[in-house]
């Protein structure tokens, strides 16, 4: 059973870059079964997907965010990272690393999350 | 972007009631929709995939039903455990959006 657990800061200074770890454990990030993926979740509020990858270094990014976002994949450390750029506090949220099995647009595993607060 | 709208966006309900949720989107989707619970500071957890595919584990008083633009999720005889938000979500194509939640409650 595939575990994700998610790193990073708790609170970042606006206009910064934002740089989330995801590590997996309980299966191969290099499978060719999974993609790999970002979603987060302002307080109170829903949810929206940031970026997903493939361990072949396929990208995939929400077009609302794309120029600000880059996802990545470390297969050597089995983990996956997220960089958010010129971040202000609407970025301010719970982010959830995610994995899917076999189909890029499905959330079949997810990590705790980690709650990124953007405040001076 | 396909719009996911949901309703109710709440409901108060008791222990052994039938309980629904709609789900709709914006344009057809196929049968490409999940459903997710999401319980207070929990991830969301999926309870069922393409319509109607229960995710291993799930109990059968969970199941979904639809196609197209509609789609719906039941919780056959509610259970204490089963208090908490519920979001369906396209994966037709990308981005992959999730509905607004629906909060179900005593």
């Known amino acids: 059973q595939l575990q994700l657990q998610e790193s990073g800061p708790g609170l970042v200074k606006p206009s910064v870059t934002l740089s989330l770890t995801c590590t997996v454990s309980?299966?191969?990030?290099?499978?060719?079964?999974?993609?790999w993926g970002w979603i987060r979740q302002p307080p109170g509020k829903g949810l929206e997907w940031i970026a997903s990858?493939?361990?072949?270094?396929?990208?995939y990014y929400n077009p609302s965010l794309e120029n600000r976002v880059t996802i990545s994949v470390d297969t050597s450390k089995n983990q996956f990272s997220l960089e958010l750029r010129s971040v202000s506090a609407a970025d301010t949220a719970v982010y959830y690393c995610?994995?899917?099995?076999?189909?890029?647009?499905?959330?079949?595993?997810w990590g705790q999350g980690t709650l990124v607060t953007v405040s001076s | 972007d396909i719009q996911m709208t949901q309703s109710p966006s709440s409901l108060s309900a008791s222990v052994g009631d039938r309980v629904t949720i709609t789900c709709r989107a914006s344009?057809?989707?196929?049968?490409?929709l999940n459903w997710y619970q999401q319980k207070p500071g929990k991830a969301p957890k999926v309870l069922i995939h393409?319509?109607?595919s229960l995710q291993s584990g799930v109990p059968s008083r969970f199941s979904g039903s639809g196609s197209g633009t509609d789609f719906t999720l039941t919780i056959s005889s509610l259970q204490p455990e089963d208090f908490a938000t519920y979001y369906c979500?396209?994966?037709?194509?990308?981005?992959?959006?999730f509905g607004p939640g629906t909060k179900v409650d005593i």
């Open positions: 309980g299966g191969s990030i290099s499978s060719s079964n999974y993609y």
């Open positions: 995610a994995g899917s099995d076999g189909a890029i647009l499905n959330f079949d595993y």
């Open positions: 979500q396209q994966s037709y194509t990308t981005p992959p959006t």
């Open positions: 344009q057809s989707i196929s049968r490409d």
């Open positions: 393409d319509v109607s």
């Open positions: 990858i493939y361990y072949s270094g396929s990208t």
